[in-house]
């Protein structure tokens, strides 16, 4: 037998190494897939509910803030001061007092609680959180039931090991047994 020639039952070694390759990147595949869309909605979650209370927190500081000015205003009210008392007056009867100029910055919705919370200067927004990618658009939308039964279907394939990297041997090949005693005493 030349040594180029191989024989059926014997296995090249680059096809063994590609065949175990082949097993465990379907079963890498499969694992990372079944990951992104199990764990990628649930990140987003997350993601959006850090966005929502840095919102809340801000929003709570600003609201804090204008309660601490409206009661700087009604000490300053109690304390019977005649300057803030006249500017109220002058302010709520549209009259100005003789000898002031009047300079209008804005009309106040709020009424004098307007003015008061137009003291406190309005927070930063915090950024808004990351865009919709690609792959988060895939395993959040209607392909995700079928990216996790391909992933999966990846992950059986890869344990089972489609193309095992053993030799397979056809029925003419297999080891002969040899016959047990009660059958050769049955065929005589």
């Not at 909605?41 to 309660?67: F, G, I």
Request: charged share 15%; aromatic share 6%; with cysteine.
């Amino acid at each position: 037998m030349p040594a180029t020639e191989i024989s059926s039952n014997q296995v090249q070694p680059w096809v063994t190494l590609a065949r175990q390759l082949g097993t465990w990147s379907l079963l890498v595949a499969g694992l990372t897939l079944v990951a992104a869309v199990v764990l990628i909605p649930a990140w987003r979650d997350v993601q959006q509910s850090r966005y929502e209370q840095v919102q809340l927190k801000a929003a709570a500081q600003w609201t804090a803030e204008q309660v601490d000015a409206a009661r700087r205003m009604v000490r300053t009210l109690d304390e019977q001061d005649p300057d803030l008392q006249q500017r109220l007056i002058a302010w709520q009867l549209n009259l100005v007092p003789e000898g002031v100029t009047p300079i209008a910055r804005a009309t106040y919705e709020n009424g004098v609680l307007g003015w008061v919370e137009s003291t406190v200067p309005k927070p930063a927004m915090a950024p808004e959180p990351l865009g919709v990618t690609t792959l988060e658009a895939m395993v959040t939308g209607p392909w995700r039931l079928w990216l996790l039964a391909i992933g999966v279907l990846c992950v059986f394939a890869g344990v089972i090991g489609v193309g095992s990297a053993s030799p397979r041997t056809t029925n003419q090949e297999q080891p002969k047994r040899p016959n047990s005693p009660r059958l050769s005493a049955h065929n005589s």
